[in-house]
């Protein structure tokens, strides 16, 4: 029976749901090597039919994998054989890569698992639930909203349901060097940004416009000194960032979002040379409806304080949704005012929806 509740209770966020793991599609090989059972007998005209249960019968006995008679015990009748026996454990899964807000699955009418969490992917244990006989029914209820939409709500479209695959099979595509395409537009397609300069120069000759919106604004509190705890004695190497720890107590560097020039050198004044953790801009630059601002000037500061070391750019790319004309067929990447509800959201960034400048 499917619990609407569960779609409105903080405290359940999963059901039947698999410890995440690491995204892989494994061989369809599986090794055998290991320990077998071995039932030995005098003739293969004795041997257990195959459909005999043999653990209930005699000569049982734990076999390594190199299943040599001699060196596993030395019987020698004219036409001894044996029986190697292992038990093959095959998991059946189901994995959801995400749906949005929230879903049930069931599988030909019993419930398999519901999660929360519309970023996340999610495996299910449908072993001993589907038919290898016949065709199997999975159906999955998707949740335009839940409890978990709250937290969910930074800088995106809502676009709720399953997240399908538009081709018809599965290939293995390996990218070399794909990480380092925006890096490659940043470097080898400078013009954007240089009509950006030239926009900010015309608009005010010492500074440009500030541009102020609302975005992620983290608290700080005992859960994210315990997360912070259990990350440093899982690795210690890792380094850990958060904004919303201000003074950086359990995080190994400071962070601030579109600080001022006047910010930035009071906050390098007051450590000084000797600090002990370094400043990150975790986010400048932002350009929704309007130019990215004062950018010559953070590339000027980051190496002239030593205490700072860069920032990120938020956002590179424009996120515009791939649109068809319905008068004439065309294409086109539409923006949040195409919506109606999000006026200059999602379409003002440094690069295009395609990687393209601008």
């Known amino acids: 029976m499917i619990l609407l509740s569960d779609i409105e209770n903080p405290a359940i966020t999963q059901r039947n749901r698999l410890p995440t793991r690491a995204y892989s599609i494994p061989d369809t090989s599986n090794l055998l090597n290991g320990s077998w059972k071995s039932y030995y007998v005098p003739s293969p005209a004795v041997a257990p039919a195959p459909e005999t249960p043999v653990d209930s019968s005699g000569g049982i006995s734990q076999c390594p994998d190199i299943g ?10 004219p036409t001894s054989s044996s029986l190697f026996r292992s038990i093959l454990r095959i998991q059946i899964r189901v994995r959801f890569d995400g749906v949005d807000s929230a ?21 299910y244990d449908i072993t001993n639930v589907v038919n290898l006989e016949s065709e199997n029914v999975l159906r999955v209820y998707v949740y335009q909203w839940s409890d978990g939409s709250y937290i969910e709500d ?41 009509e950006d300069f030239s ?25 994210h000194s315990s997360m912070y705890q259990f990350v440093k004695e899982l690795d ?11 003074e950086a107590k359990t995080t190994d560097m400071f962070s601030m979002m579109y600080p001022s020039m006047q910010v930035l050198k009071d906050f390098a004044a007051k450590h000084g040379e000797d600090f002990a953790k370094p400043l990150i801009l975790c986010e400048y630059a932002h350009a929704m409806g309007n130019a990215p601002g004062s950018l010559k000037e953070y590339l000027d500061r980051f190496p002239d304080l030593r205490i ?16 068809v004309n319905a008068a004439d ?30």
């Open 68 to 77: 040599n008679y001699r060196a596993t015990g030395g019987r020698s009748t």
């Open 103 to 123: 879903y049930h699955a069931l599988l030909n009418g019993i419930e398999i698992g519901f999660s929360k969490g519309s970023r996340n992917s999610s495996e």
């Open 154 to 194: 930074q800088d995106q479209r809502w676009l709720s349901g399953k997240l399908l695959a538009s081709c018809s099979y599965l290939v293995l595509l390996l990218i070399e060097h794909g990480i380092f395409r925006d890096v490659t537009l940043l470097a080898f397609n400078p013009v954007g940004h240089i």
């Open 199 to 223: 926009v900010v120069t015309e608009v005010s000759g010492d500074s440009a416009n500030v541009h102020l919106t609302i975005t992620t604004a983290p608290f700080y509190g005992c859960n």
């Open 236 to 246: 210690p190497t890792r380094l850990i960032h958060y904004e919303g720890d201000i």
């Open 308 to 323: 700072l070391q860069g920032g990120l750019v938020w956002e590179w790319a424009k996120h515009g949704l791939k649109m």
């Open 329 to 358: 067929g065309s294409e086109y990447y539409a923006y949040g005012g195409d919506f109606i509800y999000r006026g200059s959201d999602v379409y003002s960034r440094r690069a295009g929806p395609i990687r393209n400048p601008h």
